[in-house]
């Protein structure tokens, strides 16, 4: 834990964020919204404290309530992964802006969380299908998604949700097997 | 890249001549069999611990991967009682269940498996004995069974394979190949409700394992 | 008379403009038969004078499992291309977060089947760090030394297809000869011998025994040699040296801005290892380098190359400090059977033959994560080959993208 | 009758079939042979003798086509072998001991399977390319002469010939990429083209110096001017020459590293992509043909064709002895012959056998017995080969010069075991840039060197 990274990160970027900085382990944890993220990117990346060069990963999170953008990211000045979570996009259209234009190797990351959870990343100028096949419109990764045959609910798992190949891409609404508290 | 334009090409292909006359790395199977190690875990066979028991967990996972559903399970269980015969995965998601409380180390029901009474095996050895245990005499020890309970039932005939050294399967095919062999006693109801007569030894299992997972004594 | 039964949706094709008819099959057009959906894809698909399309995959030999790459081709010269990914995709992620936590080390082992011990290695750490578990030193040292084996194996893999797409037959199987020593060596440990699923939370399943020992032993008396030896084939070709040399130039600041990890960013100049960058493991305690290549403006494909091979000195090295420094004691550390972490998220990444493999967990208190992501290193830099390839040639299309080392079974996940 | 009847009855079904055929060879047979000596075979030979040229042209060509055939095993054989071992593999094993029928079964798996065209294929080209390919590799065997006088047509422009022939090939392989109707064909035709045509003109140039060595263009004149000893040979009159022929010649027949036609990794296999059964057969074994010729006529250009490294004639003279088959003469012992045959197999066997059975004590006599008997035969087989070498100087020719051949194949298969692929610029470049301003200046300095020579009254 990098105690100096939870005060550095709070001076920078105190009015952006919208939780606390958590710290566990070798992680330290800041959550803002998904309009500032190209701000706090910037910031990040270009602030000769921080300097987070490296973007180490770029997951979708599909809380059950809303989607998460989650980026992790690496710098020279600090022992610990900073892990920036951009919250609260609403389910039935998940919107956030591309980092392409600051790291332009986050374009087939973006293209593989609109693929799996359905979220726009606004500015991606390639933003299609990168795994499933162009005329596939479930989202596969999130919570309201079952197979048919998805034998790991076992038998008495109750109403199983099939795949909709051909659904209309916001009809989401479906119940939702467990939720996080995020 | 050498100074020497070309040295490399004839490095190269020296290496790639020294190599000709080198000893040559191919196993001829099946002549010649690979070194495989004690503990490798990629033979299809089951293996057994140095305790003698058993290594597979019988957790179902091959069966319900096995994408062409060529591997399904059976064996004794593990009261020696009788066979059991778990199929390709419909029958996965149950058992699954109890292998993931086993692994929890939380208890297991004991299932109290009533598909086949307990039986008093002494007619069979008896029959065996008069057949000196051979297992060419299969047909009319398998008619005296028969005589003797009126049917054949299951355990008799794996008291019978246990009895002969034949395997189980090879009694089980000449049993099963005669007509006039019959594995059910003559007079068990012809049709039983589908799903229920059969199943309701396994009712009474799922609902201790019911009880078992939500802490409730079973009705 | 029965009405024929009707399927619950209306078959595609018959009114869907953007899937193809029977009839249009005939005219072999490569054009996607959908409207153009992104302004790349419109970009790409729109052909110039003198140019066309060439499918290169999903079956091809130089495609590194079944990748397909749309290649638009101006005669021999690459005018752009288009990685098509999905025919080996497995939803390796949903599988997890369907698996509890013990589980997902064995559906996670096959993702990249080149190297698996660090596809098990990630989460693992992942699942210690929410659980706070402290591993036996022991079995971080035996994680460390048949991971660095791995390495060396996967590395030898790697120079072997990348002498066979410049067309070489030979060196193949050389590599091959030496991964299945190596292979052999860890299925003496962990049972297995390429999918081995030896890490355990908290540990690895089982000691080091006596036969992995005198295999190591063995090995490790010729390993240097018998690494020279191989690489002589190649390293001194010119024409190998011409064909890889300034080829697939990947600069520093591309590489930072592309995301670019392992011995790809090293090639091109920057020593980024996370082996060092973020230490895990015992990694703190051993000595070795993190060797560099590509001086000015960046590594091209030979840096890329030629890097690989002073890893492979460097794991050798690392392999004979654990040996040495191997302490005693248990290698699993004592935990309950079930494993119910609290909520919250982990995310643990390790050097990969490839790069940073990462993976993200969040837990929700239940036996099963409720979210987990992994992070492929080749995913990352299959993106290059786009960029690195436009007007070279077809034939460096394949130079590039072997000595970017992609596994199709981390890209597809 | 009757008895003939009945006991045909009892004649098997087979016997049935069997006697009256061989009643009827038995009868028949010495009819024709009789009717063949007396009146069918003085009119064969009469005409024979006067078309003795097209006589000796069909008799050529169908050697040679037969002859390829095996050849082409041989050389895939050795491919697969050769290979496999420097790969440290054991490579084909199943077939016969060391897999040595592999490569016939693997042709005899290419003719039975299925011939396949795709849907838009240009049919016609499609089936007739693999053949031309053939065809032109089988042609430019005519001149190439296997001993003295063996040789299918001694034109005495046999070096043209041979260019002009050699060259034809890749018009094959082009009209084989583009009928295809596949791009990867296509870039395989496109690329075959470029190459042939480029390293034609290196590959004719290089040989241009020793033309005005020699000083003729007839092959057959070529290898004879180089008998006698191993200096005597060409590739050291013109290394320049003989290296760029080898490097040209490797391109010119499509090996790696110059294998970029058909590159695996690359285009699939070029031309070849489409193409199954039997016509794939054809441009298979066009290309083992053409290793073949390529390391045929560099033996026969600069490695001193059929004649041995050693002058077997100036050796004995140094020595003062006449040839030592002369005091070898089977036909002065008269009677004697007789005796010997009868008695010498005999005696020899029991003599090569004792040994045998003395050394090994778990032997059997009957085993030592077989044992002498085998070596007898080698012995035998060894001698009236040594007969044949000495006596006819088309078999001594014959073998040296299979010797040479293979042992260049040999170096077409290492060089395959052993290096990468180049680029088709490179490739190029290095076709106009290198290879052929050396083939000129190798032309300018045996020009120069042979007016100088010529002047200073030097031969």
Redesign the interface.
């Known amino acids: 834990m990098d105690r100096t990274l939870r005060t550095r990160l709070a001076a920078k970027l105190a009015d952006r964020l919208t939780g606390p900085i958590r710290q566990r382990h070798d992680q330290t944890e800041i959550r803002i919204r998904p309009a500032d993220l190209i701000e706090v990117m910037r910031v990040l990346h270009d602030d000769p404290e921080l300097e987070f060069v490296i973007l180490a990963d770029l997951a979708g999170v599909d809380t059950g309530d809303t989607m998460q953008v989650v980026y992790h990211l690496w710098s020279n000045k600090t022992p610990d992964w900073l892990r920036v979570i951009a919250e609260g996009l609403p389910r039935g259209d998940p919107r956030a802006p591309s980092l392409t234009g600051l790291w332009p190797g986050a374009e087939w990351m973006e293209r593989e969380a609109y693929d799996m959870l359905g979220i726009v990343f606004e500015g991606n100028r390639d933003l299609r299908r990168i795994y499933m096949p162009p005329d596939y419109k479930s989202f596969p990764l999130r919570k309201d998604f079952y197979l048919p045959d998805d034998s790991a609910r076992g038998p008495g798992g109750g109403v199983r949700h099939v795949e909709e190949p051909y659904a209309p891409l916001a009809a989401t609404t479906r119940s939702i097997r467990r939720t996080v508290k995020a | 890249?050498?100074t020497v334009?070309?040295?490399?090409?004839v490095?190269?292909?020296g290496?790639?001549?020294r190599?000709?006359?080198?000893p040559?790395?191919?196993i001829?199977w099946p002549e010649q069999n690979a070194?495989?190690?004690?503990?490798?875990?990629?033979r299809l066979q089951l293996l057994y611990d140095e305790y003698g028991t058993l290594k597979c967990e019988t957790c179902f996972q091959c069966a319900?991967a096995c994408p062409i559903e060529c591997i399904d399970m059976g064996g004794v269980d593990t009261r020696g009682r009788f066979h059991v015969h778990w199929g390709p995965?419909e029958t996965?998601?149950?058992r699954?269940?109890e292998s993931?409380m086993r692994?929890?180390?939380?208890p297991v029901a004991d299932a109290a498996f009533t598909r086949f009474d307990p039986m008093d095996v002494t007619p069979v050895t008896a029959i065996a004995e008069a057949h000196d245990f051979e297992p060419k005499d299969l047909l009319p020890m398998l008619e005296d069974i028969q005589a003797a309970y009126g049917y054949l039932p299951v355990a008799a005939l794996k008291h019978l394979s246990r009895q002969t050294g034949a395997w189980y399967a090879f009694v089980y095919g000449a049993a099963s190949s005669f007509k006039h062999l019959r594995f059910e006693p003559p007079t068990m109801p012809a049709a039983a409700p589908a799903g229920e007569g059969l199943r309701s030894a396994e009712a009474g299992y799922v609902s201790a394992l019911g009880a078992a997972l939500s802490g409730k004594a079973p009705a | 008379m029965t009405a024929p039964v009707q399927p619950h949706y209306p078959h595609p094709s018959a009114d869907d403009p953007r899937i193809m008819l029977d009839a249009q099959i005939g005219q072999y057009e490569q054009v996607p038969p959908y409207p153009p959906r992104t302004e790349r894809e419109a970009e790409f698909y729109t052909l110039g004078d003198g140019e066309m399309f060439l499918n290169m995959g999903p079956q091809h030999p130089s495609t590194h499992g079944v990748l397909r790459v749309v290649l638009k081709i101006n005669g021999e010269k690459v005018v752009d291309l288009d990685p098509v990914l999905g025919y080996l995709h497995r939803g390796v992620e949903k599988l997890c977060e369907n698996s509890d936590y013990h589980h997902i080390i064995s559906q996670i082992d096959p993702l990249e089947y080149v190297s698996s011990l660090f596809m098990e290695w990630a989460p693992v750490m992942a699942f210690e760090k929410l659980m706070d578990v402290q591993v036996p030193r022991r079995a971080e040292y035996i994680r460390v030394l048949t991971g660095e084996l791995l390495r060396i194996a996967s590395h030898a893999l790697f120079q072997g297809w990348m002498a066979l797409d410049l067309g070489g037959l030979t060196p193949i199987l050389y590599s091959f000869i030496e991964r299945d020593e190596i292979v052999e060596m860890l299925a003496a440990v962990t049972g297995q011998r390429m999918l081995f699923n030896y890490f355990r939370i908290g540990g690895v399943n089982g000691d080091l025994n006596h036969e992995f020992m005198s295999r190591l032993g063995d090995w490790m008396s010729r390993a240097a040699v018998q690494h020279e030896a191989n690489i002589g084939l190649l390293n001194e070709n010119e024409i190998f040296v011409r064909r890889m040399r300034d080829i697939g130039r990947v600069d520093r600041d591309t590489a930072l801005r592309m995301g670019v990890t392992g011995p790809n960013i090293r090639a091109a100049g920057i020593p980024f290892d996370v082996r060092r960058a973020h230490p895990y493991s015992v990694y703190p305690e051993l000595e070795f380098n993190v060797p560099v290549r590509g001086s000015n403006g960046g590594g091209d494909s030979l840096d890329r190359y030629l890097l690989r091979l002073d890893e492979v000195r460097e794991s050798i090295r690392i392999i004979d400090q654990c040996l040495h420094e191997m302490p005693d004691g248990p290698v699993m550390a004592r935990l309950p059977r079930l494993m119910r972490p609290r909520p919250g998220r982990a995310w643990a990444a390790v050097e990969s033959p490839r790069g940073l493999f990462g993976t993200y967990v969040i837990s929700d208190g239940t036996d099963q994560p409720f979210r987990f992501r992994i992070h492929d290193p080749s995913f990352v830099h299959l993106q290059l080959v786009g960029m690195l390839m436009k007007d070279n040639l077809i034939a460096d299309t394949m130079a590039v993208m072997a000595s970017l080392d992609p596994v199709m079974g981390g890209i597809d996940k | 009758m009757t008895a003939i009847t009945r006991s045909l009855g009892n004649v098997s079904t087979v016997g049935k079939v069997v006697i009256p055929l061989l009643v009827l060879i038995l009868v028949v047979g010495p009819l024709v042979t009789v009717l063949l000596a007396t009146v069918i075979g003085p009119w064969v030979v009469g005409v024979a003798n006067s078309n003795l040229g097209i006589l000796r042209f069909v008799v050529a060509i169908t050697g040679i086509l037969l002859f390829s055939i095996p050849a082409a095993f041989i050389i895939i054989y050795m491919e697969l072998k050769v290979i496999a071992y420097m790969n440290l593999r054991v490579g084909p094993n199943r077939v016969l001991p060391a897999g040595a029928a592999h490569s016939v079964i693997a042709g005899l798996k290419v003719l039975t399977k299925e011939d396949f065209s795709p849907t838009s294929a240009d049919k016609t080209v499609f089936t007739w390319a693999p053949v031309m390919v053939f065809l032109t590799a089988v042609m430019t065997f005519m001149v190439i002469p296997f001993g003295p006088g063996l040789v299918g047509a001694p034109l005495n422009i046999g070096l043209l010939y041979l260019f002009a022939v050699g060259g034809m090939t890749v018009v094959g392989l082009l009209l084989a990429g583009w009928s295809s109707f596949n791009k990867y064909s296509l870039l395989g035709g496109l690329r075959s083209a470029a190459q042939v045509v480029s390293y034609e003109i290196p590959l004719t140039l290089s040989v241009v110096g020793l033309i005005l060595l020699a000083g003729t263009l007839s092959i057959d004149s070529i290898a004879r001017q180089q008998a006698g000893w191993v200096w005597d040979w060409f590739v050291f009159r013109q290394p320049l020459g003989a290296l760029i022929f080898f490097i040209a010649g490797v391109a010119e027949a499509n090996r790696t590293p110059f294998d970029l036609t058909e590159a695996d990794s690359e285009i699939v296999a070029g031309f070849a992509t489409e193409y199954s059964g039997m016509r794939f057969g054809f441009l298979f074994f066009a290309e083992y043909v053409n290793v073949f010729i390529m390391s045929a006529l560099i033996v026969t250009m600069f490695f001193g064709a059929w004649n041995a490294p050693v002058d077997i004639n100036a050796v004995l003279g140094f020595f003062h002895l006449a040839p030592f088959w002369v005091y070898l003469q089977p036909g002065e012992l008269g009677l004697g012959l007789l005796l010997v045959i009868a008695v010498a197999p005999l005696l020899v066997t029991l003599a090569l056998s004792a040994p045998v059975y003395l050394l090994r004590d778990s032997m059997p006599a009957w085993k030592a017995l077989v044992v002498g008997f085998i070596l007898f035969n080698l012995l035998v087989i060894g001698a009236l080969g040594l007969a044949a070498y000495i006596d006819w100087d088309w078999v001594a020719g014959l073998v040296w010069f299979m010797l040479k051949a293979f042992i260049f194949v040999f170096v077409f298969v290492w060089m395959r075991g052993t290096f990468p692929r180049v680029r088709i610029d490179q490739l190029m470049g290095f076709a106009w840039k290198w290879l052929l301003p050396a083939a000129l200046l190798n032309l300018f300095i045996t020009a120069f060197a042979i007016v100088i020579l010529k002047s200073a009254g030097i031969h």
């Open positions: 890249m050498t334009p070309g040295m490399g090409l490095h190269g292909m290496l790639t001549l190599r000709f006359f080198a040559k790395a191919t001829m070194d495989v190690a004690p503990r490798f875990r990629g319900q995965p996965y998601g149950e699954r269940e993931a692994r929890a180390g939380r």
